[in-house]
């Protein structure tokens, strides 16, 4: 089971971080990952990190302001959120899967919405 949290509505130009924590032993062997979904949009892969937390992906809308990061320990992954700009309001999902290329074949969160004013 995942749950997100964070977000919210913020100003462009803030910051804001998501935090997704999983339940389960095996959350320290499993790749995880942001979706965001903006209404009458596709859901795109924003970042991803391995189960090691030694190799991460990001989109090129978000290279540069976003980081994901993970503590294996406390079963959660974040997503760190800089210089937010109103394009990157949208539903946040976090994903988990053991592969890190097929996250979105695994298991997801409900979402948490992040809308930025601009």
């Known amino acids: 089971q995942l749950v997100e949290s964070g977000g919210g509505l913020v100003q462009a130009g803030d910051s804001s971080r998501l935090s997704c924590a999983a339940s389960?032993?095996?959350?320290?062997?499993?790749?995880m990952g942001w979706f965001r979904q903006a209404p009458g949009m596709e859901r795109e892969l924003v970042a991803a990190?391995?189960?090691?937390?030694?190799?991460?992906y990001y989109a090129d809308s978000v290279k540069g302001r976003f980081t994901i990061s993970r503590d294996n320990a406390k079963n959660t992954v974040y997503l760190q959120m800089n210089s937010l700009k109103a394009e990157d309001t949208a539903i946040y999902y976090c994903?988990?899967?053991?592969?890190?290329?097929?996250?979105?074949?695994?298991?997801w969160g409900q979402g948490t919405q992040v809308t930025v004013s601009s």
């Open positions: 389960g032993r095996t959350f320290s062997t499993y790749a």
């Open positions: 994903a988990a899967n053991p592969s890190l290329g097929d996250l979105s074949r695994g298991s």
């Open positions: 990190i391995n189960w090691s937390g030694t190799n991460t």
